[in-house]
Nanobody, 129 residues
Framework: QVQLVESGGGLVQAGASLRLSCTAS????????MGWFRQAPGQEREFVAA????????DYADSVKGRFIISRDNTKKTVSLQINTLKPEDTAIYYC??????????????????????WGQGTQVTVSS
C-alpha cells in the first residue's frame, strides 16, 4: 500500500506558476505509475497528467499540454506537477494518485481514474483573473 499527501496549492493570479508535490509513504513507491487529476466545483474529476513508474513516459490532458510538467523522484518518493501560466479555469482541487503497481516494467500509464488504486486528499489551487 501507499499513502499520498499533496502540497503546494494556493491562491495565485492568472499567469503565475505553482509547483504541486505529492509525497508517498509506504513501500515500493517506484512500482507505481502516478497521476494527477483535478476536480473543479460542480464538475467531475478529470485527468491532468500521468507518469510511468520509471519516469520514462508521461501523458497530459490536451487542456494542459505545454503548460504542465509532471516529474518524479523515486529516491525521495515524490511526484511533482509544475504548473505554468495558470488560468482561472485551472481552479480546482488537485489530487495525486498511484496505480495498482502492476505496470512496473511496462511503461504503461493511464488516463482513467478507475485505473488508480490510491488517492491523496487533494490540494486546492485557485487562480484569480
Amino acid at each position: 500500500q501507499v499513502q499520498l499527501v499533496e502540497s503546494g496549492g494556493g491562491l495565485v493570479q492568472a499567469g503565475a506558476s505553482l509547483r504541486l508535490s505529492c509525497t508517498a509513504s509506504g513501500r515500493s513507491f517506484s512500482r507505481y505509475a502516478m497521476g494527477w487529476f483535478r476536480q473543479a466545483p460542480g464538475q467531475e474529476r478529470e485527468f491532468v497528467a500521468a507518469i510511468s513508474w520509471s519516469g520514462g513516459n508521461a501523458d497530459y490532458a490536451d487542456s494542459v499540454k505545454g503548460r504542465f510538467i509532471i516529474s518524479r523522484d523515486n529516491t525521495k518518493k515524490t511526484v511533482s506537477l509544475q504548473i505554468n501560466t495558470l488560468k482561472p479555469e485551472d481552479t480546482a482541487i488537485y489530487y495525486c494518485a498511484a496505480d495498482s503497481g502492476r505496470t512496473v516494467g511496462s511503461g504503461s500509464i493511464y488516463r482513467a481514474a478507475w485505473r488508480y488504486s490510491y488517492w491523496g486528499q487533494g490540494t486546492q489551487v485557485t487562480v484569480s483573473s
